[in-house]
Structure formats: structure tokens, C-alpha cells
């Protein structure tokens, strides 16, 4: 199965089976063990990764970075103004340069068409950091979260609240894929993208799970095993204001009352940065159901996975 991945892109989890899934959280697991034995596994020594961010990023950045580190390749952060590609140089040449030097990219950037030019005009792996689109490595490090603190992805709901963005779309990919239902509570004029609907329900009927849409965020978080914030107004976010979003996004914010709705034992969890008094309050993030700064740990060990699988 590990030959599967050498060379690959990593550009949505749309692109890979639940089996391969599998075996990169399986991975993740084996390497985060390493890591807490602090047992060396420098998989990818004397290698090179360039990191472009065109987005801010705190998580993401640093967790590349340090799986980097661990592995025993260098990392080479491109701040996108303070290269020529800034000025106007096209993708395709800063993508065939880039592929001359390193053996990899991780991408943070604005549409998903981005990261797939980079990928056509690379021979190395292109992983995506977070698109518009999509944030499959957040994906990854949430279904790592889950599997350890409910020993299963499949027959669980994970219930979603925030803007529908790349992480809800992610969210909704995993579930059709892997075996979980999401039901997302949203206000109405904030829509999935098609491109992400079509796959998810396809998929969400050959795997027999429920993938749903609702206004009603009782109803969204009732039997929850999973409750997910995230913020109302994302990098990037398409036309209404922030401002706009706060005032629309208002009815659907995770509190004390409205996590009860939810099983007793759910965690909450948040691919963070996240914002106390708009999509959650500070006793959810800080109560006894939050598990997100594990979720965020698993940042790294999933990405670390990817990276020892993918790149040659
Ligand atoms: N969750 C996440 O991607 O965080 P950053 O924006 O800090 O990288
Ligand atoms: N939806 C968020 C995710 C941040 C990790 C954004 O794109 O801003």
C-alpha cells in the first residue's frame, strides 16, 4: 500500500479511497508514537520542501515545519511578496523552478485552480496547506482526533457549525468517504460549493451515510458524537462582510445550552483560530468536551505522514 503514494499530489481527500485514507492515519498513529517515545524516524534526511503561504497561518506553518525538522528534511518558508512570483511571474514558471531545487511543495492559497496549476507544472509532490476549496490536511488531523477519542469513524454524526468553506466541505468529504454522518447547520444564503456536493452525494449513497443541510441547528446537533466549530468568516471569504456574517451566523453559535443538544459524551472540537462570544463561548472551548489543541497536535503527526509517504 505505502508505494501507492511516492510522487503524488496531495491536493483533496476527494483523490484518495477509504482505504488509503486509512493507511495514512494508520501512519500518523505510527509515527506519533515515535514522536512521544522520542525515537528518531528521519524518514526524509537531506531532503527539501518549499513552504508558499499566501494566507495567514499559525497551525499549519509550524506543524510542517517542525514534521519537516523530524523527518531530517529542510524547509524553505516563501513569503509570496518577497518573491518574484509577486511581481507578476507566472505559476508555471515559479512551479518548474521550484521543482529544480526541492522535493516537494506545501501550498496555502486562494482557489483550488492555484494549487492544481502548481501540481500539473511540478513532477514533486504538491500538498495542499488549505485552499478556498479545501483543507484536506485539517481533514486528516480531525479524523486522527476522532479515531482516538472514539475508537471509530464509522456509524458516528459529526454535527458542523461556521462558515461553508473549505473546512466544511472537507468535513463533508470525510464523512462520505469514511463512514460518518455530518449534518451541517447553516443560515440560508451560505451554500456548499457544487463541485464538493456532487462527490459527497455520491458517495454519501454508496456508503449509506447522511450528509445534511439544515437551518435548524437543534436538530443538526441532536445524537452528536462530534460537535464542530468554526469560524463564521474565513481567509478569503466570498462577498457579504464579516460584520454581515457575525450578525447572519448569530442563531448558530455553540454555547453551554446548545452542546447539551448533543450526546453526553460528544467532544467538541475546532480546527482553530477560533473566536469566544461569535461561533463558540469560552467555557465550550475551554470545558471538559474540548479536545482541540489535541486536534491541533495532530496537525503534525498526519502531515508528517503524508510527507514520509508522498515524497520520493
Ligand atoms: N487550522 C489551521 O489551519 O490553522 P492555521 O490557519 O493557524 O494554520
Ligand atoms: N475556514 C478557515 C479555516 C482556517 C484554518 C479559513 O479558511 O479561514
Known amino acids: 500500500?505505502?508505494?501507492?503514494?511516492?510522487?503524488?499530489?496531495?491536493l483533496t481527500l476527494?483523490?484518495?479511497?477509504?482505504?488509503?485514507?486509512?493507511?495514512?492515519?494508520?501512519?500518523?498513529?505510527?509515527?506519533?508514537?515515535?514522536?512521544?517515545?522520542r525515537e528518531p524516524h528521519e524518514l526524509l534526511r537531506g531532503r527539501t520542501l518549499a513552504a508558499l503561504f499566501e494566507k495567514k497561518s499559525t497551525r499549519t506553518r509550524v506543524s510542517f515545519q517542525a514534521a519537516c525538522a523530524h523527518l531530517g528534511a529542510q524547509s524553505f518558508y516563501l513569503?509570496?511578496?518577497?518573491?518574484?512570483?509577486?511581481?507578476?511571474?507566472?505559476?508555471?514558471?515559479?512551479?518548474r523552478t521550484l521543482d529544480r531545487y526541492c522535493d516537494g511543495l506545501f501550498i496555502r492559497t486562494f482557489g483550488q485552480e492555484i494549487v492544481e496549476e502548481f501540481a500539473h507544472y511540478m513532477k514533486q509532490p504538491v500538498i495542499n496547506a488549505l485552499t478556498d476549496l479545501t483543507h484536506p490536511c485539517q481533514g486528516l488531523a480531525?479524523?486522527?482526533?476522532?479515531?482516538?477519542?472514539?475508537?471509530?469513524?464509522?456509524?458516528?454524526?459529526?454535527?458542523?457549525?461556521?462558515?461553508i468553506w473549505n473546512v466544511c466541505h472537507t468535513l463533508m468529504v470525510c464523512g462520505s468517504n469514511m463512514g460518518f454522518d455530518v449534518s451541517v447547520a447553516h443560515p440560508v444564503g451560505y451554500d456548499p460549493s457544487p463541485?464538493?456536493?456532487?462527490?459527497?452525494?455520491n458517495m454519501a449513497k454508496k456508503n449509506k451515510v447522511n450528509i445534511t443541510?439544515?437551518?435548524?441547528?437543534?436538530?443538526?446537533l441532536t445524537d452528536a458524537d462530534v460537535v464542530y466549530a468554526n469560524t463564521f468568516h474565513s481567509?478569503?471569504?466570498?462577498?457579504?462582510?464579516?460584520?454581515?456574517r457575525i450578525i447572519d451566523f448569530a442563531p448558530y453559535q455553540i454555547n453551554e445550552t446548545t452542546i447539551a443538544y448533543?450526546?453526553?459524551?460528544?467532544i467538541f472540537m475546532h480546527c482553530l483560530p477560533g473566536y469566544r462570544g461569535e461561533e463558540m463561548t469560552d467555557g465550550v472551548v475551554e470545558g471538559p468536551q474540548s479536545v482541540v489543541f489535541d486536534q491541533a497536535e495532530n496537525r503534525m503527526h498526519t502531515e508528517k505522514a503524508v510527507l514520509a509517504l508522498f515524497i520520493p
Not at 513569503?79 to 512551479?95: F, H, N, S, V, Y
Request: overall charge neutral; charged content about 40%; hydrophobic content about 35%.
Open 213 to 220: 443541510l439544515t437551518q435548524d441547528l437543534k436538530e443538526a
Open 142 to 163: 480531525d479524523m486522527m482526533t476522532i479515531i482516538e477519542k472514539k475508537g471509530r469513524l464509522e456509524g458516528l454524526k459529526l454535527a458542523y457549525v461556521g462558515d
Open 195 to 201: 463541485r464538493i456536493m456532487e462527490y459527497v452525494t
Open 235 to 244: 481567509m478569503g471569504g466570498p462577498e457579504k462582510t464579516k460584520e454581515q
Open 79 to 95: 513569503r509570496p511578496d518577497e518573491m518574484q512570483l509577486g511581481r507578476g511571474e507566472p505559476i508555471k514558471d515559479t512551479a
Open 14 to 37: 476527494m483523490d484518495f479511497t477509504r482505504d488509503e485514507i486509512y493507511h495514512i492515519l494508520e501512519t500518523a498513529i505510527d509515527l506519533k508514537r515515535k514522536w512521544t517515545r
Open 1 to 10: 500500500m505505502k508505494d501507492r503514494f511516492r510522487g503524488r499530489d496531495f
Open 262 to 266: 448533543a450526546k453526553d459524551d460528544a
